[in-house]
Every structure is written in structure tokens, then in C-alpha cells.
């Protein structure tokens, strides 16, 4: 419901008025709650991501770094919402362009995921296509095709072979073709991605 509700105020107001919004959220939380409180995390976390979406990902990762803190401690550490503070955090690190320090941040976020929703689950997609960008950004293309055919795989079985999640699949695995030298395994999985409506998120 939290994650839906910063959706609503961000394609209401935008980040920039979204972000004094959450701000002032995040000191109600802590003054009813106390500071430890794992809504404390999660309000730390949507500030955070308006923060990056601002183009501040290095004022996103202490925010995010502190709200990984609470959720390990208050929920423990193989929760599903530490998963995705972990996830949320490397995605800053990526794109900070630390993608050595988001790579292990990546793996425990998928391992924890996995367990908690099943190997088959969208968020794995998620979690594995993320972990892939991170590997192939440091040099890596070769380890991370694997990753990404399995996220295709379980995006394409879940939510369609026409879902907007699946073009962003057969695109990212398509670049690590490309980077692999095969442009020509590539392009059928490119032109295949441009035929899927854009319409709805990934």
C-alpha cells in the first residue's frame, strides 16, 4: 500500500514536491514509532527512491543503507523486505557506477527472494535481471546471459510473452549478446522487443 501511495504522489506531483512530502511522512513514523520501526524502513526507502529518481543516488544510498539496517534487525535478515532493500540499495550503487559493490548485494536479494516467493516468481525476473546488469557491467557478458535467459524464461511464463517486463528481458539478454559478439543472436530478440506495447510498467 506504501509503494502504491509514493506511485499516486509521484505521477501526482512529481518527485520534487513528492520528496518534502516523505520527508515530513518519515518524521511523523519516527516520532510515533520510534526510530527502528520497519516502517521506518520502508518510509526511509520511498524517500529515497524519489531521491534517485531527482538524479541523487548518492543522497538515496545512505537513506537506503540505513532502512537495510532496520528491516535486518526488526524483521530479520532473510525477510522479503530486506530482499528488497538490498535490491533497492545496489540500484543505487549501479547507478553510482559501483557495480562491484551492488554484485553481492544483488545475489543475497535474489537468494532471500527465491526462498520467500519460489524460483518461478516475477520478482526473481526482477532480481536476476538486475544481478545480470551489474555482472555484465564489470566485464562479465558471458555470466550474465544465463541470468537473463532465466529471467526471460520465468517474465515470459508469469506475465506473457507480450508484457512490457518481457521487452525489457529480451533487450537487456540481446545487449549481452551483442557484447558477447553475437549480434546476430541479437537481433531477432531486438526486433521481437520492439513489438510489445509499452503501455504498462515493468
Known amino acids: 500500500m506504501q509503494r502504491r501511495a509514493l506511485a499516486i504522489t509521484e505521477a501526482a506531483l512529481g518527485p520534487e514536491e513528492a520528496e518534502p512530502l516523505q520527508r ?10 520510534g526510530p527502528d520501526h520497519p516502517n521506518v524502513a520502508t518510509t526511509l526507502d520511498n524517500l529515497a527512491l524519489s531521491v534517485a529518481d531527482l538524479g541523487r543516488a548518492g543522497d538515496a544510498e545512505p537513506l537506503q543503507r540505513r532502512a537495510l539496517a532496520i528491516a535486518e534487525v526488526a524483521l530479520g535478515p532473510d525477510h522479503p523486505d530486506v ?50 546488469l551489474s555482472v555484465a557491467d564489470l566485464g562479465r557478458a558471458g555470466d ?11 517474465t515470459e511464463a508469469a506475465l506473457g510473452p507480450d508484457h512490457p517486463s518481457t521487452a525489457i528481458r529480451l533487450n537487456n539478454l540481446a545487449n549481452s549478446l551483442r557484447a ?11 526486433r521481437r522487443a520492439a513489438e510489445i506495447p509499452r503501455h504498462r510498467s515493468a
Open 24 to 33: 515530513r511522512a518519515l518524521a511523523i513514523t519516527e516520532a510515533a514509532l
Open 180 to 190: 558477447l559478439g553475437r549480434s546476430r543472436d541479437a537481433e531477432p530478440l531486438l
Open 83 to 132: 530482499a528488497i532493500r538490498l535490491n533497492n540499495l545496489a540500484t543505487s550503487l549501479y547507478v553510482l557506477g559501483r557495480p562491484g559493490d551492488a554484485e553481492p548485494l544483488q545475489r543475497r536479494a535474489l537468494a532471500i527472494t527465491e526462498v520467500a516467493l519460489g524460483p518461478d516468481h516475477p520478482n526473481v525476473a526482477i532480481m536476476l535481471d538486475n544481478l545480470a
Open 144 to 154: 550474465a546471459e544465463p541470468l537473463q535467459r532465466r529471467a526471460l524464461a520465468i
